[in-house]
């Protein structure tokens, strides 16, 4: 997890987030960890559906900290040490194997919901669909209306925690209320529609409470996996520490998640999909430009007109995956390269229109390294025509800004014995 969203959290002792910090991890020995996953797939074969539960220890692949390890966020802070170095964000993590895993778990219908405390997006980027996910203490990357109760997927973290204002308003026809975060501070009540379906596929839904990285120790939600147990169904916990619900397991797995759910779906005889990140953004250009600076040298006669790169979701917001400025290369109609009148204004190039016609911009966007992506830097061509000197246009570009595979990360694959569903 995110040392900036632990740093917006309001600051809280050791026994208000849940108790001891910093316990013992444990990892079991390979054979008993293969036999439990075994016994894993049985159950999961023979149920009627499977909620998930996940925390922050799912994500600790993606090189994500979690809170309350012997290196953990919480776990630091309270010793007054300082938070370890990562050059991961929560803006360029990858989903894990256990994400991807997971996801295709609920494609297939095995997975009803997952019910996550984490804050980071992952299982979203995974493509989980909103309707099979409750978010219990909300997610980095949305904002909603307060007004009209939109909700917006960006792909920067908010900077604020506690349902606070972010500053943009809602694009709804009509609405233009005022965004807020949607992240929990401690203080803040769960999301209400999110709890209560959570709370139903606990006790009526699924017969399988499969808990995936969390310390279950911060309530109410360390509670709702017991739910299906006390309805007469399995509680099942993949942890390296103890958790206060461990008496009440039928299976308990000391081991990583990404090591068991690896094995998991070969038991089951399933794929796990490699990862691809999609991201957006706009180019766009103006021959409005007004009050551009020149150079004695420059022509002060011609139409001036500016092509920028902006952000998806509106100007002015980050484009936290780009590695630096887009750079541009600008072919007038007759083939010339033209050069920029100054540098760059607000985002602008600007240049002089000495031609009218149709004009190529070479659009270069340099990513950032952590995304793995499979051509770095991506390249566009954005055409535009410049004919009376009021034209404007936008286009929105769609990129492969990373891809994860997970096959180097897998056990040798079981051909025989799979359980079947």
Known sequence: MSGGYADRLTFRGAEALGGKLGEREYEDEDVSV??????????????????????????????IP?????????????????????????????????????AELVKRGVIKLIVSQNVDDL???????????AELHGNCFLEKCHRCKATYR???????????????????RGCRG??????????DALPEDDLAKAEEYARSKTDVALCLGTSLRIAPACQIPVLTKKCGGKLVIVNLQKTPKDKHSDLKIHAKCDRVMARLMDVLGMEIPPYTRYSELVVEHTSNAKHVVRSKKQKQNNTVF???TTSVHSEGCPIPFLDGSASQTLYSPSGKVLEPLVGKVGGWSYFDCEERGAYRCEFAFPLKPQLNAPKNPVTHEYRFQIEDGTEEGRETVPLITGIRRFDQDRPERRENKKAKI
């Not at 797939?41 to 499977?50: D, M, N, Q, T, W």
């Not at 809170?67 to 990858?94: C, D, H, V, Y």
């Not at 299982?123 to 996910?133: A, C, T």
């Not at 005022?178 to 401690?186: Q, R």
């Open 66 to 102: 979690d809170f309350r390890g012997p290196n953990g966020i919480w776990t630091l802070q309270a010793q007054g040490l300082p938070l370890p170095k990562t050059e991961m964000t929560l803006e360029l993590a990858s989903p894990s194997l256990t994400h991807m895993a997971l």
């Open 178 to 187: 005022k965004l807020k975060d949607f992240v929990l501070d401690w203080d």
């Open 123 to 133: 299982h979203r980027r995974s493509g989980v669909p909103e309707d099979k996910l």
């Open 154 to 172: 960006r792909d920067f973290e908010m900077l604020t925690a506690g349902f606070k204002f972010t500053g943009r308003r809602c694009t709804k």
């Open 34 to 63: 293969n036999a439990a996953v075994d016994e894993l797939g049985k159950v999961i074969a023979e149920s009627r559906g499977v909620a998930v539960y996940t925390g922050a220890g799912i994500s600790t692949s993606c090189g």
């Open 306 to 308: 500016g092509v920028r």
